[in-house]
Structures are given as structure tokens and as C-alpha cells.
């Protein structure tokens, strides 16, 4: 009997960590030309007696879709024989999952086929590892002293846990929604200036979204304003407290300090989840 | 400076005439606080011909001493006061309370000239002191404020929460001077609201304590010499005085916190005022 | 059990961490030119910010502790003396504790005395309505030789200040608790005491707003127009006395709709003061105002409670839509972007 904050932090991981590769993808030129063209199904899978949990990365000509639920005949499959077993690899543990896929029965008909095909499929399988390693830059302890890649762990980090507090509501947990219920239309953003990054949720009436960019169709009722790429990582990696953070000029809140407050407990609560 | 004898002469010569100022000014204002005005005039007397230094050709002149007389009922002592010290004549008087007279039971600052505060309401007098002597500390000027209560107007709060902050922000350029007739309206002050033991309330507020009778020159001078040398904090003068001081049949009598006179008992009023001089 | 947060904070950060009240530094700017500026207040220097003011010219600033009524009366004796009072304390305490001060001893003597409230409205929602005042429009628009004022944001109030230091006589500004949100972008709009600022333009209705609800109006201005069409006059009247009478005149002839909002009672403050101007002229024109409807606040945040009285963005969106008999229409999709 799976537990229900183990399916949740699943539901997390599926709908707001993983689609932050996308990120990487798009924005980091190494990994963009590792998988210029490459197309395949990579599935996530973790077997459970009532109901198992998978997930599946689409690489369509190096563009990436994250679709929750089972492949029809993936490239691939991490396979893991619990739920718990799968989320702790995703959280960063040493746990490796059981790969399949790399010998598939039909290939077992032609020799040759079978070694070009797994040959390609070994090889998109080191590809999908070096992009999921590119997760761990999010990771608490990851310090990044390369200007990109410290670019890219605040962009990720913050499109992941903008994703995550929607997920979190959307997914059920009953502190999260109460909290989202009881909200007319209102807009928590979060930019990083200089650095050219923004994301927000907006939440009305226990409805959640979250987004990319700017909000502009009104004003936000919290605005976490980070100092550039640096006062973001500050407070991301914990060097300064919150407060002390605003007092040293790496982030500024905008709005009401209770609300923006409630906010930090939940992102603190996803990331106790996560990690 | 202990007054002359001169000096002593010409205070007293003065007082009967203001007292038979305030007397007509009762008559033709048609009612007067007459009682409180009587206890008052000598300390108004005294600060307004010896102490206080005003100019009667510039009003506002920005170095004089302040003089609040925070008990504003007593309109009609000040404004005889302010006649005979010349910052207008006394024929004005003859309009009090009429319409649209500068006088009125509560003189108005914007209107009688030689003004510093417009009081009535009781309680304002003292705070305000506060703010001009702190002021003048302010700017590095050496005129004083003096202020004037009523000891009834003691029950207000506003005057603790004003001596607190005169003895914290030590204003050594701040004299209060309480005009302790020992009446209000509804009875003596002891019998409606208790001020004593009054001299040991305002040493717990920091005050040093001075008591003398206010209708004795000597004394008042005594009193105004140690406030004005006094440094390092606030000195209150606890002047016992007699309300209606000079007109015997209203002497002490609650009855007469305010009231009219009709010409025949102004002449009544004067004859005892000459008797109080003989 | 979650960890701490690392966002507790004391009153004594609320000063670094309020970007949207700016007028604390703007005295001290001000204090820099005018060496006659006295800053005071009654114990209250970090919750009204006149504390940088302190940090900065320490004496130049008085405190008198938790007395309110000796605080102005002090304040107009500091006038007297030729100096220039800035006094802070909260609007309840200055409205209500010291009236008889701010009145007799201020406004009757028509002193140089500028009086910035802080905590007006509801914006002390969670302290309830000890610390609310939903009453200091009415009652300091009464007071003769006042001028009134209720700023829109910390941008506002600092063109506020600077203005009342040079406008004679008493002047009383109400502001938030300095957490409200930043509506204007930059303080060279021309801001006038007496001159209502247009936020949008617009012919079907007018809005008239001061303080908090000028940008919760501005925003349901530009979403009615995109979502309804509508064309809606937002007016930040930030100066109720002496009140726009131009302005509002235009409004009435233009847009012949006209509904005020305010935290603050329905009756007596900016409402009351527009239906003042709107009757004498006899014109016909819709009109209605939107505030606490003369009750005590229920405790909450602000935020909540502005929604719970429908003074923020949703709530006028509704109020306008129902003046112009249209329908609530619902929107969009709620999928994440990823």
C-alpha cells in the first residue's frame, strides 16, 4: 500500500521536475546538440500492486514532451519494483533502476538488426542519463561556479517550483488547497533581474496555474524580485535566510509579507518532498 | 531679582486697576469668569511687567518670551492684561463677547494681539509649552515659555502625559505656574476630584516644586527668580491664590467660577477692590 | 513538520522590507534642505517608518511615548516656536485619541503641522478594529483649514509629503501599512494636492477611488476592457479636501456613471464627498459607493478583507458590471505551461 505523499511526491516529480529538463534542452548548447534529431520513448515505470505509476519522456527530433501514464512500446523503460524505490532515485539517492528495453524480443529475430537497434538504444540511453543527471544541478547541495550553469539551476529551480506548487494543489494535498480555495484571482510571481527569468502562479478560487514569463494581465500579489542570478542562488542555496536576504538586497517581496510567507512554507514543504 | 520698592508699588498700584478692569469688563460683556480671572491677574501681573519680554509694537516678534495661559477661561484677566501692557486699548474690551468681537470668553491668538496660544479647552496648554520650549532649545534661543494652568484642569491626562515629557526632554526653559484656587465648578477641587498631595505629583513627574501664595509680589518673584536660574529640568510654581481675590461677597465661592454683574453690583465690586488697596 | 522558512520577521525589518513606503527616505531628504523639519511620534518609529527620519537626524526627532494627545499638542507648540512639524502615529490615534488637539490646537490656530497616518483603513487588518480607522475621512474632512489626503502607493505618498511641506497649514495623509502594492512606475506624473490623476480613460462609467483601491480599480479597468468591452474612467482621487470638483463634473457630464471606492465608511469619506459634489450640481447621473458598509471590520489580512468587501480588482469588476447590468463570464484554461 503505496503512501498517498509518496504518489504525490510521484505526481511532483512527473509533472514539474521532469518537464524542467525541457530547460536544459532548449537553453544549454551541449545538450541541444547531443540531441539534435534524436527521437525515442523513454518510460519511467514503478510497479505497485493496486496501481503502478509511469511516466514517459517523447523525444521527437530533440524536442521533448513529458506524458504521464504507460508508453505503447517505449525505446526504453526505468523500471523500479516499488513507487518509493523510484521516487528515491529521483530524489537524488544512489538507486539505480532496472533497465529495459535494450534487447527487445523482436529484435532477438535478426541479429544484426538487433545490434544496430541497440546500439541506438544504448546510446539514447547514455544521452537520457546525462540529461536527467542535469537534474542534480537543482539539488540543494549542487554549486555551480560556471555562468551558465548557474544560469540554468535558478531557471530550472524556479520553472520547477512554480510547477510544483500548481501540482501540489492539483494533486491533492489538503493544506494546499484549502489555502488555494479560499483566494480570489491572485498572482505570485517570481522574476530574476538581471538574468531575464520569470515565472508565476496564479491561483483563484482553488484553481492553480503555473506560468512562464511575466504576468501581465495584472499586477502580482506577491513579486519575489531576485537580484540577478547571483541574490537568487543565495537564497536558493540557503547561504542567506530569507529575511536576510531582503536586507542585503538579493530578493525584495512586493505584497503582502504573510502571503508571501505562506508561499515560502509550501516551497519548503515540496522541496522536503523532493530531496 | 527680589523686587524693589518701587517695583512692589507699582505691581500692586496695577493690580487694583486690573482687578476694576476685569470688573468692567464683566459688565460689558454682559458674564464673565470673573472668579478665575481674579485669582489669576497677579501672576499675569507680575510675568507681564517684569518677567516676560514682549514688544507691544511687534506681536509676533520671533524672540519674545511665550506666556500660555492654558486655563483659557480666564480670557477676561488677559485680555485687561494685555490692554494695560499697551497691544491695544482698553476701549476694545467694551465689545467682549459681542458679535464678531476679537474677545470672547476664549481668547482667539489670531485675534488679540499679544496672544501666544488660543486655549479654552482645558488640558492643551501644557503640551504646547512643551513643543515651543523644546523649540527653542531647538534653534538656540534663550526665551522662556511660561504656562499657566488651572489646578481643576489638573484632572485632565494630557497634563501628566505633557510634565512627563517636559521633565524627559528636561526643559529647564519651560515654567509652570498652577493657579491653585482651590475651586472647579461642582464643588472645591479636593471634594470632586483630589489633587493633593499636589506638590508630591508633580516631583514624581520630575518637577522641582515651588509653593507660595500667588497674590504675594514677593513670593511670585522669589519663585520666578529660582525658575528662571533653575537648569537641568522643569519647575512647577504651585501659587495658592483665593478665586474672586479682591471682590469679598464672590471670594471663594464656588457659585462664582463665572457670572454677570449689573452696575450696582459693579460698584460693589469696586468698592471692595479699593478696600483691598488701602 | 516543515523547517523553518527563513521569512519570520520582527517590526524592525519591516523597515528593509518595504519597497512600496518610500517616504520615510523622502524625509530625509527633505530634512536634508529644510533644517527646520522636526519629525515626531508617539513611540511608533519603526511601524510608521518616520524612524529613518530618526537614524538620520537623531536630533531633529522627537518621541513622547505612547501619548498621542500630548504628541500633537507638542507638535503645534513646535510650530510655534517657527519650526516645521512632521508628526506620524497611527490614523486611529490621531483621528480619535487626538482629535481635540489635531482640531483646536492645530487646524483652529491654522498651524504649519503635516500629520502622516499610517495604518488607516483596514490596512492593520489582523489587529482589528482597535487599529482600524474606517472613519478619519469624515472626520478630518470636517475639521476647517484641514486639507485631506489618501495617497495610492509609497510613490504617491512621497509626492504627498513633499507637496504638504509646501502647502500652508495643517495637512492630514493617510496611508497604509506600507506592505500595499506600487501603482505608479515613476513619481513624475504630476501629482497636484487637489487635482484628481486619470489612471485610464474610459466613457461608459468612473471609477473615483483613493488610497488602495486606485490600482485594484486601474487593473479591473483594463481587464473589463478586454474581457468586456467596457470603457471605464478610473480617477485617483487622492486629495479629498479640497475635493476635484472639476473632475468629477467632467465625469458626470461624460460618463453619467459614477462609483467611488474607499477603505473606508460609506459613509462620510471620498464617497460622500463626491455625492456631495454630484447633488449640488444637479445633474442626473448613476451613482453609488463602495467601502465598509458602516460596520466594525472582521479580523483578517488586508488583502482578505479588501477582497471580502470588494474593494480589490474582482470585487469593483463586479460592482461595474453590475451598474452596467452585464453578466459575469467565465474564463479560461487551467493547465500548467511546462
Known sequence: MTDQRERLATHLFFKAALPVMKVVLEDDPVMARRFAGVSGVVQFYARDPEEPAAAYLKFTNGALEIVVGEAEGPDLTFWFPRIETMNNMLRGRPVLPVILGLVKPSDLKSPMKLAGRSAKRAILLGKVFSLLMSLKLMMPSARPTEPLKKWLKVKMAFYMVTTALSQYNKGGDPEMMAWTKKQPDRIYQITVDPGGIAAYVRVKGGHTKAGRGTYTRRRPFVHMRFNGVDGALAVLLKDVEFVEGVAKGCVRIEGSPEYAAQLNDFMQKIQSMLT | MPLTGKELSALQQRAKKLRKDIVDTTVWAGGAHIGGANSIVDILNILYFKYARVDTKNPQWADRDRIIVSKGHAGVGVAAVLAEKGFYKKELLKTFNHFMSPFGMHLDCHRVPGLDVSTGSLGHGLAQGVGLAWGARFQGKDWKTFVILGDGECNEGSVWEAAMSASQFKLDNLITIVDRNGLMMDGTTEQVMGLEPFDKKWEAFGFKVRIIDGHDFTQLADALDFALENKGGPVVIIANTVKGKGVDFIENDVRWHYGSMDSALAKKAMESIDRMYE | ?338
Open chain 3, 1 to 338: 513538520m516543515s523547517e523553518t522558512t527563513g521569512t519570520t520577521w520582527t517590526c524592525y525589518d519591516a523597515n528593509t522590507m518595504t519597497q512600496a513606503e518610500i517616504y520615510g527616505r523622502v524625509l530625509c531628504d527633505i530634512g536634508a534642505q529644510r533644517p527646520d523639519l522636526i519629525a515626531m511620534t508617539a513611540d511608533l518609529e519603526k511601524s510608521t517608518k518616520i524612524g529613518l527620519f530618526k537614524d538620520k537626524f537623531p536630533e531633529r526627532f522627537v518621541n513622547v511615548g505612547i501619548a498621542e494627545q500630548n504628541l500633537f499638542g507638542v507638535a503645534a507648540g513646535v510650530a510655534k516656536s517657527g519650526l516645521l512639524p512632521v508628526v506620524s502615529t497611527m490614523a486611529v490615534f490621531t483621528s480619535m485619541r487626538a482629535l481635540e488637539q489635531v482640531r483646536t490646537d492645530i487646524c483652529y490656530q491654522n498651524l504649519n503641522v503635516k500629520i502622516i497616518a499610517t495604518h488607516a483603513g483596514m490596512s492593520f487588518g489582523a489587529a482589528g478594529t482597535t487599529h482600524h480607522c474606517t472613519e478619519d475621512l469624515a472626520i478630518m474632512r470636517s475639521l476647517a483649514n484641514m486639507t485631506v489626503i489618501a495617497p495610492a502607493d509609497g510613490i504617491e505618498t512621497a509626492n504627498a509629503v513633499r507637496a504638504a511641506i509646501e502647502w500652508p497649514g495643517p495637512v492630514y495623509i493617510r496611508i497604509g501599512r506600507g506592505f500595499e502594492p506600487v501603482l505608479y512606475d515613476t513619481e513624475e506624473y504630476g501629482f497636484q494636492i487637489g487635482k484628481a490623476v486619470e489612471l485610464h480613460s474610459g466613457t461608459d462609467i468612473t471609477l473615483i477611488c483613493c488610497g488602495i483601491t486606485a490600482l485594484q480599480a486601474l487593473e479591473a479597468a483594463k481587464m473589463l476592457k478586454e474581457s468586456d468591452g467596457l470603457s471605464v474612467r478610473v480617477l485617483n482621487m487622492h486629495t479629498i479636501k479640497p475635493m476635484d470638483t472639476e473632475a468629477v463634473m467632467k465625469a458626470v457630464k461624460e460618463t453619467r456613471r459614477i462609483v467611488t471606492f474607499e477603505d473606508h465608511n460609506v459613509f462620510g469619506g471620498l464617497g460622500t464627498a463626491v455625492a456631495d459634489v454630484i447633488a449640488a450640481s444637479g445633474k442626473g447621473c448613476a451613482f453609488e459607493k463602495v467601502g465598509i458598509p458602516d460596520t466594525y471590520c472582521v479580523v483578517g489580512y488586508p488583502e482578505d478583507l479588501y477582497t471580502h468587501y470588494k474593494l480589490d480588482a474582482n470585487g469593483i469588476m463586479d460592482k461595474v458590471r453590475e451598474v452596467m447590468g452585464k453578466d459575469f463570464e467565465e474564463d479560461e484554461n487551467w493547465d500548467d505551461e511546462v
